[in-house]
Nanobody, 118 residues
Framework: QVQLVESGGGLVQAGGSLRLSCAASGNIFSIKPMGWYRQAPGKQRELVASITRMGSTNYANYADSVKGRFTISRDNAKNTVYLQMNSLKPEDTAVYYC?????????WGQGTQVTVSS
């Protein structure tokens, strides 16, 4: 079992920045990828960014829509993953969900709302 607690969402104007955090507890040693999905009203949940630890190296992957604006990072000592979001756009408005993958199963956080006003 893995528990994920998210923080950092909120309301920001277009062009602004937010940083999301997701702290994992429980069976953390089996976690491979961690990252963020988002779901806007009326749309499917989509992958925003993921980061996978392999040995001492973290490998990051981003959706094309956020490349160059968002940065995912992982503090393995704190079992926490971060999503730094810069140059936010109204189309980034969504509920952001943290996830942690163990084998074929994903654990999910409760979600945090990000609203970008124009």
């Amino acid at each position: 079992q893995v528990q994920l607690v998210e923080s950092g969402g909120g309301l920001v104007q277009a062009g602004g920045s937010l940083r999301l955090s997701c702290a994992a507890s429980g069976n953390i040693f089996s976690i491979k990828p961690m990252g963020w999905y988002r779901q806007a009203p009326g749309k499917q949940r989509e992958l925003v960014a993921s980061i996978t630890r392999m040995g001492s190296t973290n490998y990051a992957n981003y959706a094309d829509s956020v490349k160059g604006r968002f940065t995912i990072s992982r503090d393995n000592a704190k079992n926490t993953v971060y999503l730094q979001m810069n140059s936010l756009k109204p189309e980034d408005t969504a509920v952001y969900y943290c996830y942690a993958g163990i084998g074929d199963y994903n654990y999910w956080g409760q979600g945090t709302q990000v609203t970008v006003s124009s």
